[in-house]
């Protein structure tokens, strides 16, 4: 799994210029962060005409996009939309609304996928997988034509792992401590504390039945593709949560707007 990957990130150019425009919404002064979330989340529908094929990510920004996919399609504004769910939680929810939905297996190419961040730095390079889907999310983007990152400007950070909050990797569960401890004495991590991901009194299993280990940094990743790229090295890693050169448009929700910033 870990080979593909890499090949699949390689195989995008490695720098890829952006533009950025404002665009003026009502109010958002007054606006809680949730409702930030969904100013982005419903930017980044209008991204999605009649006949695609979309991603649908997993989290609580993603959720309002989803959620507004199935509003416009009982609305009969979009239709014949095929979604592929990056998560077990999303599939639920994405049923619940009527969305048609297929694999990967059926709809190996995917017109556009919509899907949250944890962080975003200022190349558009993006840390997702606090919320524990990062295997099928960056499956599904990959291969999405394009890929709609949506964000609150609490996202932003100068550098990956600036946040000092979870970077997240997805192991199997087979010697985990062993792995764990690997992870750890990286160099391209170094001074990164590594914690098995746990829910309640056990290790969290994600929906591939594997386990995760939150890498936490004091400052941010120094390189982030050497990071990117020994992580995947290790035997026992499935992947990781540093998505780079992924994003073609990052929709930032903030108290002055909603700012889209477009890659060329």
């Known amino acids: 799994m870990a080979s593909l990957t890499a090949k699949s990130l390689v195989a995008r150019p490695s720098v890829r210029p952006f533009t950025s425009r404002r665009t003026c919404v009502a109010p958002m002064a007054a606006l809680s962060q949730d409702e930030l979330k969904q100013q982005a989340a419903w930017k980044a529908v209008e991204y999605v005409k009649s006949g695609m094929v979309v991603g649908l990510g997993t989290g609580s920004t993603a959720a309002f996009a989803v959620d507004r996919i199935g509003q416009l399609m009982k ?6 939309i095929i979604g592929v769910p990056t998560s077990i939680r999303t599939y639920e929810q994405a049923k619940s609304l009527g969305i048609p939905l297929a694999t990967l297996d059926e709809q190996p190419k995917i017109d556009v996928a919509i899907d949250g961040a944890d962080e975003v730095d200022p190349k558009l ?12 999310e960056k499956m599904v983007e990959m291969a999405s034509a394009k890929f709609v990152c949506i964000v609150d400007d609490t996202k932003l950070v100068e550098g990956l792992g600036g946040s000092k909050l979870a970077m997240p990797v997805e192991i199997v569960q087979f010697c985990h401590k062993y792995t764990l401890n690997r992870l750890a004495a990286l160099p391209e991590v170094a001074g990164c504390q590594a914690k098995l991901r746990m829910e309640g009194d056990k290790p969290y299993v994600t929906d591939n039945s594997n386990y995760i280990v939150d890498l936490y940094f004091e400052t941010p990743i120094k390189d982030s593709a050497a990071a990117s790229k020994a992580i995947l090295a290790l035997e026992g890693v499935v992947d990781h949560g540093l998505f780079l050169d992924m994003v073609d448009v990052c929709i930032i929700a903030g108290k002055d707007g909603v700012e889209v910033q477009e890659r060329k």
């Open 75 to 80: 609305e009969g504004t979009l239709k014949d």
């Open 125 to 136: 390079d993006v840390v997702k997988g606090r919320g524990g889907a990062l295997l099928r």
